[in-house]
DNA sequence: ATGAAAGCGCTAACAC
DNA sequence: GTGTTAGCGCTTTCAT
């Protein structure tokens, strides 16, 4: 039903490894080059690239694992990180898990099954347990966003710490010292340090951290949504916030909306990452943004680089790149100095 | 490197048909079975898929194209699909073709040389010229929410024209007359049905389209607040805007925001399936949502339904699911009748 | 430059 | 229930 390279072999008289030498870039007689080519599409003929893989024990495919395919921060780095291992003729099969630690290693477990030359992860399991796999087997790993202790690979960062120190030095710049905060789950690597970089920005500043300023949501909108309506229900002499996600600061704007609140004149907002929605926001929102291409297209080239790599002992010397943010700028912060 | 059946065949002293009948769920003796469960521990085996597959002809696996991985109505799609397929032991490997023809013909090809069993496409090029080599295979084909006439196969639709003329349906019961719509791509099939939709609904209350209050935009962002800030330029008249997809309803809102317009007090605004987003508006949109998940089940159910069948002749029935819209209540439609 | 033949890891007859 | 063997479609020596 499905030509193979037997039957353009057949089809042009030639041998089985002068079709396999055209297929793979190699010489082959002018004369030949037109037979083949004649068959090949006479045929429908298309490379079985399970066969090949299975003989060269190369996939030409990455796996990635991500916790959600809906937020927009692992879209936008998958789209950017295809766009590179596309063009180097790598594919990608990317498994959402949900959030689940179980559907993780479920997921990583069948991407190795699969065979793929390299895993991307941003992982959701903070032991790295889930990886084993590919370490055993010498597979280059590469790791988003989250650090995890104790799996030797390569990891693609963000600078946490700093992006919500800016943050709240911002707010602090602009005369505000009731800084509240809507932080991340309490075992999440970035939500633990964005939570530091805003304590010490305090610190720095000379302000008390307070408990009662500090509410810690899940990353969702919901959750966002929550944490906003506590914190402003608990702390009347409030006059800023910074949300440390891109989907609780849609959450917390739907909570100050919904409160009757209004942004800039009785609070104050920084949010995170979530540009289109913050263009969008009446008023516009000031927020920290995110390299997510940069992000991308380091997390492919440094995969790349580790397959190509005649992949050695212990010798590889891994890597940890780590990306500054940006703040973009809106009108949701008032000057308290005015 | 990594144990293959033949490693844990000689380590168990059993023979290669054993190992693989306990891997695919046949009887074995109980003692052996604990012999070989602790090889595969010791050994770390993991089945090779891409060994199986070319056995089998079969790699459990399907191929989904989209336009943008970065558009919520894909990812809620692809999500509640990759639920119901991961259930029944479907992987699944997701390729965004970034709204180019060519990059989708190159995805459904790359796709066909991966022998994944079926494809799922949301496609951008109309004529279904991409997807051949699936229908000469007679591998099974579901496309989602644009029709392509011309390729018989299965699709999951929606009903957008009765999207359409609902919501325009309940501007005009608010007493709007002068009703603008930001329409998509003309060549795109949603865009067509929603369009034909504004204007049925019209017709029907008696109101004639008029071209001046109709503008053409590309489904983006940045798109949707060009074509409102026009919308509003040219039509001092117009009380209420209908904006027909996602991202677009985002740019209006945008677009209105930056004009200064009210909603609703100056302007009436009905948008498209972004529900989050609505909800975080101030005021709330009320909006057209789509059942995005119902689509991702069916699509799903679908394609493994054809899988499962014995892909007999030409006998088969092809199915058009059309799935019904609903509206979401918000506050940014004024009543002009009060 | 081209052909013959072996083999990648697995499944599926088939024989016992 | 288990072992033996052939073969899925390709690449890759090795001759020629």
Redesign the interface.
């Known amino acids: 039903?499905?030509a193979t390279i037997k039957d353009i072999a057949k089809y042009t008289g030639l041998g089985l490894a002068t079709i396999s030498s055209y297929l793979n870039g190699g010489n082959v007689r002018e004369e030949n080059r037109k037979k083949i080519e004649a068959a090949i599409k006479e045929l429908?003929f298309?490379?079985?690239?399970?066969?090949r893989?299975?003989k060269t024990n190369k996939?030409k495919?990455i796996g990635v694992v991500i916790p959600?395919?809906?937020i927009?921060f692992c879209?936008?780095i998958?789209?950017a990180m295809?766009d590179v291992l596309r063009n180097h003729g790598y594919?990608?099969?990317?498994?959402?898990c949900?959030t689940n630690k179980e559907l993780e290693k479920n997921a990583v477990?069948?991407l190795?099954?699969?065979?793929v030359d390299g895993i991307i992860n941003m992982p959701v399991n903070s032991d790295g347990s889930h990886l084993s796999?590919f370490h055993?087997?010498?597979k280059p790993i590469v790791l988003i966003d989250r650090k995890i202790n104790g799996i030797e690979c390569d990891y693609v960062l963000v600078d946490n710490l700093t992006a919500a120190k800016n943050a709240i030095q911002r707010l602090i710049d602009n005369g505000h010292k009731r800084i509240g905060m809507v932080g991340g789950p309490e075992d999440v690597f970035t939500a633990q340090e964005r939570m530091l970089g805003y304590k010490l920005a305090l610190m720095e500043a000379g302000i008390v951290p307070e408990d009662r300023l500090i509410e810690h949501g899940d990353y969702t909108?919901n959750g966002g949504a929550r944490c906003l309506e506590k914190l402003v229900k608990n702390n009347r002499d409030m006059t800023a916030v910074f949300v440390a996600n891109h989907e609780m600061t849609?959450?917390a704007?739907?909570g100050i909306?919904e409160l009757g609140v209004k942004i800039p004149e009785e609070l104050s907002v920084i949010g995170f990452d979530n540009t289109?929605?913050a263009?969008?926001?009446?008023p516009?929102l000031t927020i920290v943004t995110q390299p997510k291409e940069e992000i991308g297209k380091n997390v492919a080239e440094l995969i790349l680089k580790r397959i190509a790599e005649n992949k050695s002992e212990q010798e590889i010397e891994y890597k940890i790149i780590k990306l500054q943010t940006d703040i973009m700028e809106g009108n949701s912060i008032r000057n308290l100095k005015k």
Chains 1, 2 share one sequence.
């Open positions: 039903m499905v429908n298309e490379v079985n690239e399970v066969a893989g299975l996939t495919t959600e395919l809906n927009n879209t936008e998958i789209t295809e594919a990608t099969i990317v498994c959402d949900r477990d069948f190795f099954r699969k065979r796999c055993k087997a010498k909108i849609m959450g704007v739907i909306n289109e929605f263009r969008a926001c009446k516009k």
